[in-house]
């Protein structure tokens, strides 16, 4: 089967845009993250002038991503912090799932990033809580850790991508997910090429980079 040639540029991030980062603790959520944003000028586009990280519970990483030149902060940023920030710019929400309401969070997909040119970023243990639909259905990108226990979610999501496919995703989820910390970036940006709605290895420093294709073309 012949398949299109791949511009690198799909391979990139563009900003707005919307991601979502699921998994349970210990995943590897936070470091899959601190990797893409080591070489977020690579992994986005254009490059963002700067990176936020807003955070829940103090941890040893916030000293070192301080040191790295990115901006830390402890709960959710005002309006009024965002506004001031060099754009493009992106924003890592880290265990805020209880301290930012589903409104706001909401608007973070559907309104606030497209409308000041930022990419947001959301880590969560439950991607089908109450608060995250609408973040769900508006996410341009979703990375799926590792969650041996919690398959029902990932056949739900598949449902509703690929309802006459189901199998497709789970299949690519199970092989992604092999090992620990692994993952599955799933794409929904309406402008993807189909061939690259299922990925992982997609880091510059991955050897080979996996896309899943389905059997049915």
């Not at 089967?1 to 900003?15: A, C, G, S, T």
């Not at 490059?47 to 790295?68: N, T």
């Not at 930012?100 to 040119?117: F, Q």
Request: aromatic share 10%; net charge neutral.
């Amino acid at each position: 089967m012949d398949y299109p040639r791949i511009n690198e540029r799909e391979l990139k991030f563009p900003i707005p845009s919307g991601i979502i980062v699921s998994g349970p603790s210990s995943s590897g959520k936070t470091q899959l993250v601190l990797r893409l944003l080591s070489c977020a000028d690579e992994m986005f586009e254009p490059p963002p002038k700067a990176i936020v990280w807003a955070y829940g519970e103090y941890s040893a990483q916030i000293p070192e991503l301080e040191r790295q030149g990115i901006i830390v902060h402890a709960g959710p940023p005002s309006d009024e912090m965002l506004n001031k920030l060099p754009k493009p710019f992106l924003i890592v929400y880290d265990d805020l799932m209880g301290e930012i309401d589903a409104k706001k969070l909401a608007d973070l997909y559907t309104k606030k990033s497209h409308h000041n040119n930022f990419a947001v970023m959301f880590l969560t243990q439950n991607l089908f809580d109450k608060a995250m639909r609408v973040p769900r259905s508006n996410a341009q990108y979703i990375f799926l850790m590792r969650a041996p226990n919690d398959m029902l979610s990932i056949r739900n999501l598949a449902t509703q991508i690929f309802p006459r496919e189901q199998g497709f995703l789970i299949d690519a989820y199970k092989q992604a997910c092999a090992e620990p910390y692994g993952y599955l970036l799933v794409t929904l940006h309406a402008n993807t090429n189909n061939i690259l709605r299922l990925r992982t290895n997609i880091f510059p420093e991955d050897d080979e980079k996996i896309i899943f294709v389905s059997k049915n073309g």
